[in-house]
């Protein structure tokens, strides 16, 4: 049974001087649990995973494979930059699977939200399980388990596990960050040399921009998502609110209403802008943003995003909404 009480001597993590302590005892821990093993990492790209590939990378460099499933429904840049990190910077070896069409194709047609979460859920696990099948040997499963993962949910929490897999695919656990909280997690990553923007990112959920496509997700209406999600977070962080809003993001309903551009009638979606800030989710209350910038963010997407003529500001607090749309 897994010790999963985090040791009372352990000290909180705030100093880069700590977080170097930190890899150097986790190194020599994982190098005497993997020796030449192989081991297996389910890499996104959030936070948690992105550390774990970081410092597996430097305990057994290429005996870590890391798989990233590109689903479709992740923000604009994140797969390329996942390549560009641990592919070409990090030099991992590292499986980037192009699943675009199979979820989409999925969850065409699909409404009631908890069902597109499902779908995104298992799909993921079916893709990982392939991935793992075709590679020989592997003998660990590294997890970005997080404290509050444990604290939160006893034994590890659904959208880290990839468990879910077959028997005959059940591989010993690594779970090198499983006593740390998010703060700590940040500075250790912040120390293996990851990009700012990786490291210090907002949350985002595990079905993606696929609860922010509200109903039946469309491709069209899809990428009017990411779309209008990156220049929110372009204009944020030219504004220098990406680090003190806590979560902010775009939502594209699924109807339609009239507009006019270059003096002819359109009949296209509107963009919700959702910006909030929280301590732990469970309420949360809306960000105030300066009305310029509101104005430029406006002006940017309705000119920019294809199949779009208006912009919404969403300012209701949780509750009685809830931070998502889905
Ligand atoms: P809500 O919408 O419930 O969101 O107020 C609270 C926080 O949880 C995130 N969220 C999710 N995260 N899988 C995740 O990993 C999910 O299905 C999911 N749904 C919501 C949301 O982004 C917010 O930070």
């Known amino acids: 049974m897994a010790n999963n009480t985090r040791p009372e001597t352990m000290a909180r993590i705030t100093t880069p001087e700590l977080a170097q302590a930190f890899i150097d005892e986790q190194l020599a821990q994982l190098r005497a649990q993997i020796g030449e093993k192989k081991v297996l990492l389910a890499l996104s790209g959030g936070v948690d995973s992105s550390v774990v590939a970081a410092l597996l990378i430097r305990a057994v460099g290429k005996q870590l494979t890391c ?25 991992a070896n590292l499986v980037y699977v192009d699943a675009v069409d199979r979820f989409l194709d999925k969850l065409a047609g699909v409404e009631e939200p908890e069902r597109k979460r499902k ?17 020989d040997g592997i003998e660990f499963l590294a997890q970005g388990t997080i404290y509050p993962d444990i604290l939160e949910s006893g034994p590890v929490k659904a959208h880290h596990n990839v468990g879910g897999l077959p028997e005959d695919l059940q591989f010993e656990l690594v779970e090198p960050l499983k006593f740390l909280y998010k703060d700590e997690v ?45 220049i929110l977070r372009e204009e944020f962080a030219k504004n220098g609110l ?85």
């Open 67 to 91: 798989v990233h499933v590109n689903h479709g429904l992740l923000r604009k840049g994140e797969p390329e930059q996942v390549i560009e990190v641990f592919r070409n910077q990090m030099n």
């Open 186 to 230: 940040r500075v250790v990553g912040h120390e293996l040399g990851l990009p700012d923007n990786m490291v210090y990112r907002q949350p985002f959920p595990g079905p993606g921009l696929g609860v922010r496509c509200v109903g039946a997700i469309t491709r069209d209406r899809l990428e009017a998502v990411r779309e209008s999600d990156a």
């Open 119 to 135: 779908i995104i859920g298992a799909e993921f696990i079916r893709v990982f399980e392939e991935e793992a099948r075709k590679l």
């Open 242 to 326: 990406a680090g003190k809003v806590w979560q902010y993001f775009t939502v594209v309903p699924d109807f339609k209403s009239t507009g006019i551009t270059d003096g002819k009638r359109t009949y296209a979606w509107p963009v919700v802008i959702r910006a909030v800030n929280t301590v732990d989710a469970v309420t949360a209350e809306v960000a105030e943003l300066p009305f310029p910038l509101l104005q430029h963010i406006t002006e940017r997407i309705t000119h920019e995003v294809k199949g779009v003529n208006r912009v919404l500001w969403d300012i209701t607090p949780k509750p009685s909404a809830t931070i998502e749309w889905e």
